[in-house]
């Protein structure tokens, strides 16, 4: 018998990790949150190895989520600033736990080259 669950019942986080964890998300949160309001030129150089594409989607994709929020400035040459909201904000505890998890990195790595170890030494599994 197959039960058909939706995610949001099977693991009621699973929006909450689509929405804040996706590609890019994260750093431009992170950018924002930490460092303050930014001129799309600025975050590009803060993130480096995002392109102005997918900059571009991302601030536009976390606008529409209420993440983000742009002040467009009618100024020659036109100016436009992004920030985090205040629904933004509210994420900063969940940025604290992280960055305090981030802590258990070495374990992981540990952990990861003691499982490479087993594979190599023919400790496969089925």
């Given amino acids: 018998m ?3 669950i939706p995610p949001e019942q099977a693991c009621p986080i699973a929006p909450v990790v689509d929405l804040v964890f ?9 950018a924002l949150h930490e460092y303050g309001r930014h001129r799309f030129v600025e ?21 529409r989520d209420g993440l983000v929020v742009r002040t467009y400035h009618p100024e020659v040459p036109p100016r436009v600033e992004y920030e985090i909201s205040e629904l933004g904000r509210s994420l900063a505890p969940l ?3 992280l960055a305090g998890w981030s802590g258990n990195l070495k374990e992981v790595e540990r952990a990861r080259e ?8 023919g400790g496969r599994r089925p």
Avoid: C, G
């Fill in 2 to 4: 197959t039960h058909d």
């Fill in 114 to 121: 003691s499982y490479d170890s087993r594979q190599h030494a």
């Fill in 43 to 63: 975050l590009e150089r803060r993130i480096s190895t995002i392109t102005p594409k997918v900059l571009t989607q991302r601030l536009r994709q976390l606008e």
């Fill in 22 to 30: 996706s590609r890019w998300t994260t750093p431009i949160l992170w």
């Fill in 95 to 97: 940025f604290a736990t």
